[in-house]
């Protein structure tokens, strides 16, 4: 079989691709993808417990890790003890974080809508129950 043949290289070429996209829209604002996915994935005003972080952006605990202290040193984000479990860490957007937030959103809908714009939604459906059968398959195995 050759590569172009197998279905993992497309979904890698087309993320590949997107992933470029966004870093370079980033760029502009001084972050990466990244940043942008995990400015993205902390809620606004609550904060978002640290636990809860990596599982919703498939990262790996030491990956986020690393992450956080870079959005830490940029002023991104603080760290608070949850004040109902002492022993939790809740993560919050900054001022300078939610405004960096409102850009990657904005970047994110416009992606989005361009593609809205250019494929119809019947192929967008088939799509999406095509890459969620995949994502099971992947998990089974």
Not at 91 to 109: H, M, P
Not at 133 to 140: A, D, T
């Amino acid at each position: 079989m050759k590569r172009e043949e197998t279905i993992d290289h497309h979904i890698r070429t087309a993320w590949h691709g997107i992933s470029r996209f966004y870093n370079q829209q980033a760029s502009a604002f001084g972050g990466t993808m990244s940043i942008g996915f995990a400015l993205l994935t902390i809620h606004g005003d609550e904060g978002t417990p640290a636990t809860k972080i990596a599982p919703q952006m498939g990262l790996e605990p030491r990956s986020l890790t690393r992450l956080l202290k870079s959005m830490e040193d940029n002023k991104l984000i603080v760290r608070k003890t949850d004040k109902n479990d002492k022993r939790s860490v809740r993560i919050f957007l900054t001022k300078e974080g939610k405004r960096k937030r409102e850009n990657a959103k904005e970047i994110v809908i416009r992606f989005n809508e361009t593609v809205r714009e250019e494929i119809p939604q019947q192929k967008l459906n088939i799509f999406f129950e095509v890459i969620q059968q995949i994502q099971m398959l992947s998990k089974k195995n």
